[in-house]
Nanobody
Framework: QVQLVESGGGLVQPGGSLRLSCAAPGFAFSTYDITWHRQAPGKERELVAVITTGGSTNYKDSVKGRFTISRDNVKQTAYLQMNSLKPEDTAVYYC????????WGRGTQVTVSS
């Protein structure tokens, strides 16, 4: 059973930065698109960023210019660099790999608060 593992979450002050990682062992990582999603309390899960197998990226409007998604196919790991964090970025962040199959991680909590 493939399981993605997110890490790097935590408590950060507004304006701070965090780098999330998504370790993805056990499958052909380079052939999967990777997406980051988040879910705030009482809200639906939403798409935050995507990176395709070819390296193309796209972002939710509210995070453009602040978040950067990347991937390292050798390490089978994806990243989400989050800068200029705001309280409204507080959520559980999940990574997903989509391709021949679909895999999700269990999430990592990001809390932005002073």
């Amino acid at each position: 059973q493939v399981q993605l593992v997110e890490s790097g979450g935590g408590l950060v002050q507004p304006g701070g930065s965090l780098r999330l990682s998504c370790a993805a062992p056990g499958f052909a990582f380079s052939t999967y698109d990777i997406t980051w999603h988040r879910q705030a309390p009482g809200k639906e899960r939403e798409l935050v960023a995507v990176i395709t197998t070819g390296g193309s990226t796209n972002y939710k409007d509210s995070v453009k210019g602040r978040f950067t998604i990347s991937r390292d196919n050798v390490k089978q790991t994806a990243y989400l660099q989050m800068n200029s964090l705001k309280p409204e970025d507080t959520a559980v962040y999940y990574c997903r790999a989509s391709g021949q199959k679909e895999y999700w991680g269990r999430g990592t909590q990001v809390t932005v608060s002073s």
